[in-house]
């Protein structure tokens, strides 16, 4: 099981669906080279997000070719059925969407048994109080910063006061913020808390992914220091 980074550590993700999926291995070689901290993998399934994107296969073959920690979002309906596939393909975080699971303490303790990491993801209009209760089987909690489906969208402003609330009431915790990161939001959601940055476009669409990554977490060091 991996390290769970504090809630001081900075993070940075990149989400491999602003990726070339026709060079995904080397990609991920390169973000490697770039000082990732984890690859976000993307899970979506045409119901709980209008799109598609990959699923057990895929995070199989990527297994192969990384040791860097692979942080599975589903975004997916009923997603219990599928952990198990995920955790055997690789998986070192399985994080469920609050919305899409009925039993999400049982659904926490699935994840546990299965020897991953377990986060729980709020989509922007999903308030914090759904946490309170299950807080003890989280390692983390990712804050959805656009509604989740596709890649390149506008950070919600809203969502800022959301990571602060979850900072205040969690001082401890790890905070994931996903939508919209890139060298001119990766400030605010760090000064309110976050501390793991997911970013696809903003790291897939610059030339050097190295610098890219480096000049996020300088920002997220940077915002927080103020
Ligand atoms: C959105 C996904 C994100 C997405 C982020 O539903 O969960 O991980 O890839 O992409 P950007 O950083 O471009 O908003
Ligand atoms: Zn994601």
């Keep these: 099981m991996i390290d769970m980074p504090t809630s001081k550590d900075v993070l940075i993700a990149p989400s491999l669906l602003s990726a070339d999926f026709a060079f995904l291995g080397d990609e991920v070689r390169k973000l490697k080279d770039a000082g990732a901290d984890w690859l976000h993998f993307d899970v979506m399934d045409g119901r709980f997000v209008p799109n598609l994107s990959v699923g057990v296969p895929v995070l199989k073959s990527l297994r192969r ?6 942080d599975v979002h589903l975004m997916i309906v009923e997603p219990d059925s599928l952990l198990g596939a995920f955790a ?50 989280v390692d983390f909690v990712l804050v959805m910063t656009v509604n989740p489906g596709f890649g390149g969208q506008s950070y919600i402003d809203a969502c800022t006061g959301k990571i602060a609330e979850i ?13 919209g990161i890139k060298a001119d ?30 000049e996020l977490r300088q920002l997220a060091l940077r915002a927080r220091a103020q």
């Design 65 to 70: 070719v990384t040791d860097l920690p692979i």
């Design 88 to 137: 055997k393909a690789g998986a070192d975080t399985l994080t469920v969407q609050a919305e899409a699971c009925t039993h999400l303490h049982r659904t926490l303790q699935n994840i546990h048994n299965l020897g991953c990491r377990a986060g729980v993801s709020l989509n922007p209009h999903t308030p914090v109080d759904c946490l309170a209760y299950v807080m003890e089987l």
């Design 167 to 179: 900072r205040r009431r969690w001082p401890d915790v790890c905070i994931e913020v996903d939508g």
């Design 185 to 214: 939001t990766v400030g605010k959601a760090s000064c309110a808390g976050a501390n793991v940055f997911v970013s696809g476009s903003g790291v897939f669409s610059q030339p050097d992914y190295g610098a890219a990554v480096k």
